[in-house]
Nanobody
Framework: QVQLVESGGGLVQAGGSLRLSCAASGSIFSINAMAWYRQAPGKQRELVAAITSGSNTNYADSVKGRFTISRDNAKNTVYLQMNSLKPDDTAVYYC????????????????WGQGTQVTVSS
């Protein structure tokens, strides 16, 4: 079994900062891409930021220059540093990861965390 557990969400005023963490645990051989998504009430889930195993990153236009994704491969953990937060950033943030559970036979599965609420007040 594999679990992704997020932490770090909360309530913050506009202009403030939060740091989200997501730790993967369980039967893991290696982790490929990791990402953060978010879903606001009444909206579709959207990609916020992604990072490859080689630490190449990709961001949604709405968060470029404000959010930074990083990872610690030794800890199987991905982070999202969120600065200059806006009320529009209010959403449930979900961690996502492509995890290799075994090499032979090769087993690659995609996993989601349970989500963590981020609320930005104006």
């Amino acid at each position: 079994q594999v679990q992704l557990v997020e932490s770090g969400g909360g309530l913050v005023q506009a202009g403030g900062s939060l740091r989200l963490s997501c730790a993967a645990s369980g039967s893991i051989f290696s982790i490929n891409a990791m990402a953060w998504y978010r879903q606001a009430p009444g909206k579709q889930r959207e990609l916020v930021a992604a990072i490859t195993s080689g630490s190449n990153t990709n961001y949604a236009d709405s968060v470029k220059g404000r959010f930074t994704i990083s990872r610690d491969n030794a800890k199987n953990t991905v982070y999202l540093q969120m600065n200059s937060l806006k009320p529009d950033d209010t959403a449930v943030y979900y961690c996502n990861a492509d995890i290799v559970r075994s090499i032979w036979p090769r087993r690659l599965d995609n996993y989601w965390g349970q989500g963590t609420q981020v609320t930005v007040s104006s």
